[in-house]
């Protein structure tokens, strides 16, 4: 974040107060931050009595084994019967648990009685594939509803779901399939996107090929199209349809694993994040209800997240449905087929809470307000945001332009290892400020520490630690206990590190100010630079690369290359071109550089380390810092010349 935004955020003094009839029904009120504050796992307890219980748990907390913490420890429950047979149980089997939009403009409307025979169908087709409790389970979808159900299936029968996001590369799928040795895949013949149907099974064939672990691959039939078939391979229809509906759900240590998401960290090789059932459903569904201010009768709640980042398992899947709400979802791209259809589906459903992401909004923003203008978003009374630090502008044109400066905005900070929102208005409660996350939540500890871990204090920035246990927090890595204690809780010994830098304004309220690491934040989705060099130099052409996040006006940062080549190769026409798809083709469209420039040589320290500050200097416009560390002093002379002789492309 530059220096100038740094300053702008020290003098935002606009506060506002949330609305009066909000605030006095609001789920949340005041005295939760007292409750919590007298007694921090008193306060646990009673969010746990959310929940339906099997047994009831002995002990709230184990933090004997830290970092490895147990909740609710002796409990023993089902997460998907409380996501949805126990709201068909108390007479809500005709409530809507989802509205689906199709990218083509198919619909289906799915109640909670509904939502229970797909499951419980689909979880008798796990069983005659033989994949039960523990078994790793691969999810490669599309945004429909088959993807909800297949997480819960596997949530019902005890096995763990790694949900990959279907934008990643068959690379990236098969490294997740190889590390959580997945015995099963599920996906789609293909997803609707942009007006066509772009096929999935194929990186789906590519990746198993290389995956013995995997036993079968069960497909959906979404877009129709010619897929090739092989001996693992199961349509969905064919298994699933036919299923019973009767099964009875097993009840599960609050322990149990229920999912591992891939994130990623600041090496090349994705961090599998471990998060178990008990706490993690606990705490989904405490925030869930409060943060939104959900009253599951009346609202209709939109999060336009993909359930292959974490904000869809804990803010499509599990906290919304454990608190039996109504929800939209919607397959695909905002601009298909017009730059109104976000707007157009909340007219449509009578959207009461919507949850999206700064760079969404920034591009909203930029396609101009003639769109959200033609429909009518009265129905809306929350709106939220997640996945990176939203700027004063993109808040207020939030507030202005689709809240109709009537809903409270919260800015919700979070991460995959976190597992649900730490730090975030309660908007009945807070006077809200246009870029800030406010404060901690009642029953979380957070604080902000200089390099030797003294609390930094009002008006200062600092690390972002969170300082006590928290039920939704990460169990650990999958398969590397040794990164877990490394990466989160050696910075600063027994608290957690989260990786962003901080900092408290005069009045005490949190501006979050993005990574402190290498890991970029693009359109809110984490991708290291490490994973972005790597794929960069396993192209033929390449000898090295330096990569590194440049601010950017729609995607927060975009990935900004300095590569050099290797003798003998030639930077002619389309090589650059040749780079970003060989990137796309490595880890996914998403990691494509915006930029790549071809140097002579990357500066380096005189132990060799790559001097990133000095290339954002660059990718950013900027005069160049302080050089006088360089191996090679000349070094930056060479790459700007190189530049401005047109070495650059893209
Ligand atoms: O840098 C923070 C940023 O996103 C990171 C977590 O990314 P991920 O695990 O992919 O989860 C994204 C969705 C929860 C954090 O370390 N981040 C997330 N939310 C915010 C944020 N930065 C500022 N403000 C937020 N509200």
Not at 33 to 42: C, M, Q, T, V
Not at 74 to 98: I, M, P, Q, T, W
Not at 219 to 233: H, I, P, Q
Not at 569 to 574: A, K, P, Q, T, V
Request: charged residues 25%.
């Amino acid at each position: 974040m530059s220096d100038e935004t740094l300053s702008n955020l020290l003098h935002e003094n606009r506060t506002f107060e949330p609305p009066a009839t909000l605030a006095k029904n609001a789920n949340a009120q005041p005295d939760m931050y007292e409750d919590a504050k007298k007694d921090r796992l008193g306060f646990w307890d009673k969010q746990a009595d959310r929940l339906t219980w099997d047994t009831r748990w002995t002990q709230t907390l184990d933090w004997s084994k830290a970092p490895f913490a147990k909740w609710f420890v002796g409990g023993k429950l089902n997460v998907a019967y409380n996501c949805v047979d126990r709201h068909v149980e108390n007479g809500l089997g005709s409530r809507v648990a989802f509205h689906f939009e199709g990218e083509p403009g198919d619909t289906q409307t799915i109640t909670y009685a509904q939502l229970q025979d797909r499951v419980k169908k689909a979880a008798n087709a796990l069983i005659s594939l033989n994949v039960g409790k523990g078994d790793r389970v691969a999810i490669y979808m599309p945004m429909i509803p088959e993807a909800v159900v297949a997480m819960l299936a596997c949530a019902r029968v005890g096995a763990i779901h790694s949900v990959v996001f279907g934008g990643f590369s068959a690379e990236a799928l098969r490294s997740r399939i190889d590390d959580a040795q997945a015995k099963l895949v599920i996906t789609a013949d293909g997803q609707n996107r942009r007006g066509s149907a772009m096929p999935l099974k194929p990186a789906v064939d590519e990746a198993v090929a290389q995956t013995p672990s995997v036993e079968k691959v069960l497909v959906v039939k979404r877009t129709g199209g010619e897929v090739s078939w092989g001996d693992k391979d199961v349509w969905w229809h064919e298994l699933v349809d036919g299923q019973s509906t009767s099964h009875k759900p097993e009840a599960f240590d609050a322990e149990q694993p229920l999912f591992i998401l891939y994130t990623s960290g600041t090496t090349g090789q994705p961090k599998g994040i471990l998060h178990t059932s008990g706490g993690y459903l606990t705490q989904a569904a405490f925030t869930h209800f409060n943060v939104f201010d959900l009253k599951p009768e009346n609202d209709i709640y939109w999060c336009t997240a993909d359930i292959g980042w974490v904000t869809g398992h804990s803010y499509i899947v599990y906290g919304p449905l454990a608190n039996g709400a109504t929800q939209v979802i919607y397959e695909g791209t905002p601009d298909t087929p017009h730059k109104g259809r976000f707007w157009e589906i909340i007219e449509k459903y009578g959207v009461t809470i919507f949850y999206t992401a700064p760079t969404a909004i920034r591009t909203f923003m930029k396609w101009g307000k003639e769109f959200p203008d033609k429909h009518n978003l009265k129905t809306l009374r929350v709106l939220g945001s997640v996945g990176e630090p939203i700027n004063p502008e993109a808040w207020m044109w939030y507030r202005e332009v689709i809240g109709g400066n009537n809903c409270p905005i919260v800015d919700t900070w979070w991460q995959t290892e976190t597992g649900a929102i730490m730090i975030s208005p309660l908007p009945g409660v807070t006077a809200c400020k246009p870029g800030s996350a406010m404060r901690p939540l009642p029953g979380i500890g957070a604080e902000i520490f200089d390099e030797e871990a003294n609390a930094v204090g009002n008006g200062h920035g600092g690390y972002l630690v969170l300082t006590e246990p928290w039920p939704a927090m990460l169990r650990g890595i999958w398969g590397d206990e040794e990164r877990f204690r490394e990466t989160y809780w050696s910075r600063f010994a027994g608290k957690y590190f989260a990786g962003d830098g901080a900092k408290w304004d005069e009045d005490g309220a949190i501006w979050l100010l993005g990574r402190v690491d290498d890991v970029m934040n693009i359109s809110g989705h984490r991708i290291s630079t490490t994973e972005v060099e790597s794929a960069l130099v396993s192209h033929p052409a390449i000898a090295e690369a330096a990569v590194v996040g440049a601010s950017d006006e729609t995607t927060g940062q975009g990935i900004v290359a300095f590569v050099i080549l290797r003798s003998g190769s030639e930077d002619g026409e389309g090589l650059v071109k040749q780079l970003r798809d060989h990137v796309a083709k490595e880890i996914g469209p998403i990691a494509k550089p915006r930029q790549i420039m071809v140097v002579p040589e990357l500066p380096k320290t005189r132990s060799g380390k790559i001097m990133r500050r000095l290339l954002r200097d660059v990718a950013e416009n900027r005069s160049m810092g302080d050089a006088t560390t360089l191996a090679d002093p000349t070094v930056m002379n060479l790459i700007s010349q190189g530049l401005a002789s047109g070495k650059s492309e893209d």
